[in-house]
């Protein structure tokens, strides 16, 4: 039986929700192959919404599909690693700057104390939830770096190259021995925001891309 078009609509909204957060998530991985009918399983939903949620998600890079094949995830490759952080940091750069100029540091200062308090329990030693309260408060300082910039076109952009961002971390996790420098780079764009000084400020930040890349062993 046809489904009306609304409630059809409304399906494959969810069924790109949940195909999202698959991907994000990790629960569908960078390079990973799956065919439709087990995507169908793993959603929950009918064939028609969920062929339609990865047709979205193919529009935003997220996926291949592969004819009467089924869908590949995308590939964390060194080139599409090294553009969608590049992506990031010209965005973060910008938004370094406007919290500058709007004198807004001390908006910064709970994320400021989450860093610093995830810093002291990273040097002490470095447990499985930590490194997922790591992953959030890291995310938490670019979001608020995008926010910054109080565009929406340029908020839609960042959320989708996050999209990809997040699929690509879960291709390697936030190890132990990365948590200690992030949050070290952070609290230097964060310093560098309460100092006024917003060439310092993008300076961090491109050594905080600069860092990233290495640590996924590509050389800037």
């Not at 989450?114 to 979001?143: C, F, K, N």
Request: proline share 5%; charged share 30%.
């Amino acid at each position: 039986m046809n489904l009306p078009e609304s409630e059809g609509l409304l399906l494959a909204d969810k069924a790109f929700l949940a195909l999202r957060e698959l991907l994000t998530s990790g629960g569908l991985r960078a390079g990973q192959f799956v065919s439709m009918p087990d995507l169908v399983k793993m959603i929950g939903l009918p064939i028609a919404p969920v062929r339609e949620a990865v047709k979205r998600a193919e529009s935003v890079a997220l996926v291949r599909i592969l004819p009467k094949r089924g869908v590949a995830v995308m590939e964390a490759t060194p080139a599409l690693i090294r553009e969608c952080f590049h992506l990031r940091t010209i965005f973060d750069q910008e938004g370094a700057r406007q919290l500058v100029r709007r004198d807004a540091a001390r908006n910064l200062e709970p994320l400021r104390a989450s860093h610093q308090r995830i810093l002291d329990a990273a040097r002490e030693g470095v447990t499985p939830s930590l490194q997922r309260e790591a992953m959030a408060v890291d995310w938490a300082l670019h979001t608020a770096l995008a926010d910054a910039l109080e565009n929406d076109s340029a908020r839609e952009i960042y959320e989708r190259n996050r999209n990809r961002i997040s699929v690509i971390q879960h291709s390697r996790p936030l190890l132990p021995d990365r948590i200690v420098p992030a949050m070290e780079e952070h609290l230097a764009i964060m310093d560098a925001i309460a100092g006024d000084d917003e060439e310092r400020a993008a300076a961090r930040v491109r050594e905080h891309y600069r860092q990233t890349l290495r640590w996924w062993g590509i050389i800037v």
